[in-house]
């Protein structure tokens, strides 16, 4: 399926426009490598307008009464429920995410992360301070005014739904750049945001390069706050820019995140689970285990049982219903997969499984990468420091369980990590040593709305979803209400008044 017949626009002040200077950029489907879209190709030009009409709208945004902010946000959710037999098929094509993934998560987590912020917004308060009894002292939550909103193209719709909801119902307005491969979507988006009758300036949406038009976003001096989700690497350099008009960033970066798998571990969880959540959506998930350390007395029959398992993962068409992994999003990460694989074995990795790409003629055109597992003797290996986002795992023998949580902590990313273990009791002391933003006890890749999401050390130090989120959209700004006649000063005997 292609959308070559459907034209795609920008969102900028209200209206549905092409890029100033005429620029188009295809989109292509990893899967075929054939053009499926063309969109519109912004330059800074295109960002000023939208960072503009975001300017003149944020104070009339702000000043709407949240009850109709939240309004408007159901109804772009009811739109994107209304138009899910659409979007299935154009979130599959433009990155490769196969439909048994875009039906049942990516269209129903958007709908659903509308509904909670919606919800959830209306209630974000600020505090009352009773520090000193001649004064009444409050917080109010300020929305920031206009907010920069940058995505990746792991989960194109929900990861910007996931910015754009929370950013909303707080009061600001946005400027939101979904990623330059993957578009279509959010573009979509930008049509329902029109027909929900969102107020002209409050969402722009503008598509085109990272290093353009991200960078004009991040650099605009009236952008006051950046939300970026990404790598690690894109994040410093947007951290860095931003700094120049201290600009508060908020950055989900990347992830190299562990599972450990303990003597005691519930061996059919884990094994379904390593599978599932290594190489869902091809391993291209920040939050996908891709270093596994697991305990000598259980490693022959874990690894085994993870090996066979993930042998049976049907890849292939992400179209057909029955696929369960697709292609990479474009060939350039087939291509890094394939250094890295190409690397572990040059560094004594041994492979366990695949490798390879899967050279049958309907996917032979296609980025694909088979799920591969090397079994690796040194931690300091890239397969165990990287992240190769993909569907390329390494497993580790460990002697002890302090030994795992040392080498999970021997890596510069702390996205998040699992124990596998029945002892729930170790498995709580463990975690605090973790250093990970999420850790799960028997479980991986779960993520739902209601709670936190993100990580700390080059992983980034922010959260994303529950409502901790809110705290990302506003800032504190703190009133102080005198109530003496004659405010106490240090110099009350000192300075002659009349
Ligand atoms: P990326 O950093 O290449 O791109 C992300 C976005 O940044 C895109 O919209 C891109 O166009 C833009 N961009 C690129 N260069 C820029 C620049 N110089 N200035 C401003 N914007 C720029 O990331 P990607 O390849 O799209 O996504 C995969 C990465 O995202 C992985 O590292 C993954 O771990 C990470 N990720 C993290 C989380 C999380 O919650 N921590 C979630 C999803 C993805």
């Known amino acids: 399926m292609d959308f070559l017949n459907q034209e795609f626009y920008n969102l900028i002040d209200g209206a549905l426009v092409k890029a100033q200077k005429g620029g188009t950029m295809n989109i292509i489907n990893p ?58 098929p154009m979130e599959t094509a433009q990155y490769g995410g196969p439909v048994s993934k875009t039906s049942n998560f990516d269209i129903p987590a958007a709908i659903g992360e509308f509904e ?127 700094s120049g008009q201290v600009k508060s960033v908020a950055s989900e970066l990347g992830g190299k995140n562990a599972m450990i798998v303990l003597d005691d571990a519930e061996i059919d969880a884990a094994v379904e689970t390593a599978a599932y959540s290594a190489f869902f959506n091809s391993g291209q998930n920040c939050g996908s285990p891709s270093r596994f350390y697991v305990q000598e007395g259980i490693y022959d029959e874990f690894v085994g049982r993870f090996v066979r398992a993930a042998g049976k993962i049907v890849v292939g068409d992400p179209t057909d219903p029955k696929t369960m992994m697709g292609p990479l999003a474009y060939n350039a990460c087939r291509d890094t997969a394939e250094r890295y694989i190409a690397s572990a074995k040059k560094a004594g990795g041994r492979l366990l499984l695949g490798g390879e790409r899967p050279e049958t003629p309907d996917m032979r055109d296609g980025a694909y990468v088979c799920p591969t597992i090397f079994q690796v003797y040194d931690n300091r290996q890239e397969m165990m420091q990287e992240e190769i986002f993909a569907p390329v795992v390494g497993v580790m023998k460990v002697k002890t369980a302090d030994e795992a949580v040392d080498l999970a902590n021997d890596c510069r990313y702390g996205l ?24 799960w006890i028997n479980q991986h890749l779960k993520i739902v709305p209601e709670t936190p999401w993100g990580g700390c050390k080059e992983s980034g130090w922010t959260k994303e979803n529950s409502m901790l989120v809110f705290e990302e959209y506003t800032f504190h700004k703190h009133v102080w209400l005198e109530l003496s006649e004659q405010p106490h000063t240090f110099w009350e005997t000192m300075l002659d008044l009349n």
Do not use: Q
């Not at 104070?59 to 429920?81: H, I, Q």
């Not at 949406?205 to 894109?234: C, L, M, Q, W, Y």
């Open 31 to 88: 899967a075929n490598n054939k053009a499926v879209a063309v969109v519109p190709k912004c330059t800074a030009e295109d960002v000023a307008l939208a960072v503009a009409a975001a300017k003149r709208a944020k104070n009339s945004w702000k000043n709407t009464y949240v009850g109709d902010r939240a309004a408007l946000l159901y109804k772009l959710g009811a739109l994107v429920a209304a138009h899910a037999g659409e979007l299935i």
């Open 116 to 242: 909670l912020m919606a919800g959830m917004g209306r209630s974000v308060t600020g505090t009352t301070i009773t520090a000193d009894p001649t004064a009444r002292i409050l917080t109010l939550r300020e929305p920031y005014g206009v907010v920069g909103l940058i995505t990746p193209w792991n989960f194109p719709l929900v990861t910007a739904v996931s910015k754009l909801a929370p950013a909303l119902i707080t009061g600001n307005t946005c400027v939101l750049k979904p990623p330059s491969c993957a578009p279509l979507t959010v573009l979509k988006l930008a049509e329902y945001a029109v027909e929900a009758g969102f107020p002209a300036g409050v969402i722009n949406i503008v598509t085109g390069p990272g290093p353009e038009v991200g960078e004009a976003i991040v650099t605009h001096r009236d952008v006051n706050k950046i939300s970026f989700t990404g790598d690690s690497r894109t994040g410093k350099r947007i951290m860095e820019l931003a």
């Open 416 to 439: 998040c990590a699992s124990i596998w273990t029945r002892d729930y009791r170790k498995a709580l002391k463990l975690i605090d040593r973790l250093e990970v933003g999420t850790a």
